[in-house]
């Protein structure tokens, strides 16, 4: 059974899309599921925002088939590992889980390199490419820590 992992910001159309792409990209797929989904549900069924798939393409990543959806109760269950882009999504994501044990799995995703420092994934939604290749960079820093931490876990 694989390790799952979900990435999870408000929308699910510009950072936890990246984010599941690169981790996906840097994890065996015979021993890990990265999934993304968002704390709203204004995107639901949508692929990620032009600028996400833009700057993938761009890294060599497809995440052009991805569909936006909104966490839902069994996520707390299913997932191993919930990583959220900002305290914001923090904030949402641990009042939604339905158990203290949910709560526990969810994890600010700066906080792998810049532990307690609450430093977020900013959003570039309404900003310009460069944002989204901004974000992409801390992403893929991070991603390799996490990427690291977990087959080390999971060996």
């Known amino acids: 059974m694989p390790v799952k992992i979900l990435m999870v910001c408000l929308g699910n159309i510009c950072r936890s899309p ?4 690169i981790l996906q990209s840097k994890l065996p797929a015979d021993k890990f599921l990265v999934d993304s989904a968002g704390t709203g549900n204004w995107h639901v069924g949508q692929q990620p925002d032009k ?3 833009l700057t993938a ?5 497809d995440i052009s088939c991805q569909k936006a959806r909104q966490l ?3 996520d707390f269950e299913e997932f ?3 990583y959220v882009m900002d305290s914001s999504n923090f904030s949402d994501v641990t009042k939604a889980a339905p158990h203290e044990k949910g709560k526990a799995k969810v994890k600010l995703m700066m906080d792998e390199i810049y532990p307690g420092e609450k430093m977020g994934v900013p959003d570039p939604y309404y900003g310009g490419q460069d944002g989204f290749e901004k974000v992409y960079d801390m992403l893929d820093e991070v991603c390799e820590l996490v990427a690291q931490k977990l087959l080390k876990e999971h060996a």
């Open 72 to 74: 839902k109760p069994s």
């Open 57 to 61: 393409k761009n890294r060599g990543l």
């Open 80 to 82: 191993d590992h919930i």
């Open 51 to 53: 600028r996400s798939i």
């Open 18 to 21: 990246l984010a599941e792409g």
